[in-house]
């Protein structure tokens, strides 16, 4: 750590960890109800767990960086509550339904989801609260010293974002990264004091982020950063708690939209072009939400739909061990392999993006234009079966952990890093991605995030 910027700042106060008796009693409460409502007790189990997770979040937002917390939200919302809504018939769509029955599938799910959690929470300090405390100390003092760090920040990822489309596919990556670094900027941007260019600055950007995503019809990094920043901007404003529920009751309404209008919206880009696009966005919103019964219906259906993952994932089950034998760890061995080699040492490195092994476990084809993940549990499944998946799903937790309290001691050296976090983990929180987009995504974004840290300070005298 810089000793003249830590010498000039004093130990934080004391600062006392949130209380997990909220999350455990929410837990408690929505497995009962759940069993009440006639719900199968292991999806019910699956429900409490999802409350546990979403409760620690929120209680934890303001005060600590709730990584593992909005990870396991992420995943559990996918591999859990939206599977056990399509078994309770909210959704009956005739290619993304559960193809197994609940009770083969969440033996799977939830025990996998618990022990990823327990992997996850397994190496979290609780003396990590002090020490992102005096990292935010820290961080204050740099951003005051250099007024135009996160402005900069925002610049380059602003350019880098008009450009992208302007490298060869060689390049695309790093060029990715560092379109992503605006994100980074508005991070450093909310430690500023510089109150009346910091809202209007937010402001600009989320709009202009927003308008970008309209124009590509592509919403999920639009979502997953505003979440990411959202955590910082909560650990300085520190808002109280009927105002994170506020805030979260609006997020759901605002995915709901984009979830029931997205489709239609999409269709209208295909068939009459680009060319006023936010008009086609509104008009299709307008749609989606007329005063039919029916429509409300297939809204819906269609915000289930999204949430699901696990039609996939049971759609594997299917197909392995009966058509496809388990792999035994031949794509975990792949993955590993591929993030760590570059393609000139490893002429056969599988292609990042989920395709190939979407195709040959589900026995589905997917169109050029889609994409579609097996998700970690599907790819732990795959090698492993039911059992050997939850003991991968705890060991992919305990690394997880491991991984994360390392950068944040790395921040000893480097006293703002803690701030790109979520550029590093970004595909962590994806809850569809396997094995392979998580570990390539993991090593290239650190091996970039470093190159950008270490030119600044060379070359610009920057320090990040």
Known sequence: MNRVVSNRLSRPAIIKAPSTSLPILMAVVMAAVSLILGVYWL??????????????????????????????????????????????????????????????????????????????????????????????????????????????????????????????????????????VKYIGLIYLIFSDDHKNKTTILLVAFVATFISSLKAAMFHDLLLWTAFIGMYAAYVLKPSTAQKFGLVILGVFFVFVLQAAKDEYRKKLMLEGHAGFVGKFISSVDERFQTDETMLSNNVERVVVRI????????????????????????????????????????????????????????????????????????????????????????FGLLSSFIIQRFFKLAEKYPTIWLWFPLILLHFVKAETELLVQLNFLVKSIIMVYAFVWANKYFLKLKL
């Open 308 to 395: 699901n993952q696990g039609w996939i994932i049971s759609k594997i089950m299917t197909v392995v061990p009966q058509y496809r034998p388990h792999a035994n760890g031949e794509t975990i061995k792949a993955a590993v392999k591929a993030s760590i080699l570059p393609r000139l040492l490893y002429p056969d490195k599988p292609i990042a993006g989920g395709r190939k092994n979407y195709e040959k476990y589900t026995g589905l084809i997917l169109q050029s234009s889609t994409s579609m993940g097996i998700s970690l549990i599907g790819e732990a499944y795959i090698n492993y079966g039911v059992t050997g998946a939850w003991l991968f799903m705890f060991i």
């Open 43 to 180: 999806s019910a189990v699956g429900v409490g767990a999802f409350a546990y997770y979403s409760t620690r979040m929120l209680i934890e937002a303001g005060v600590d960086l709730p990584i593992e917390s909005f990870i396991l939200f992420m995943a559990s919302i996918q591999w859990i509550v939206g599977p056990m809504l399509a078994y309770a018939g909210f959704s009956n769509h005739y290619k993304y339904f559960m193809y197994v029955p609940e009770q083969e599938y969440m033996m799977l799910a939830v025990p996998g989801v618990i022990l990823l959690s327990l992997g996850l929470y397994a190496f979290r300090s609780r003396k990590r609260i002090q020490v992102i405390s005096h990292y935010a100390a820290i961080t204050r003092l740099i951003v005051k010293n250099s007024r135009q760090l996160p402005y900069y920040l925002v610049a380059v990822g602003f350019v880098f974002s008009f450009l992208i489309d302007r490298f060869p596919p060689s390049l695309a990556f790093p060029a990715h990264i560092l379109s992503n």
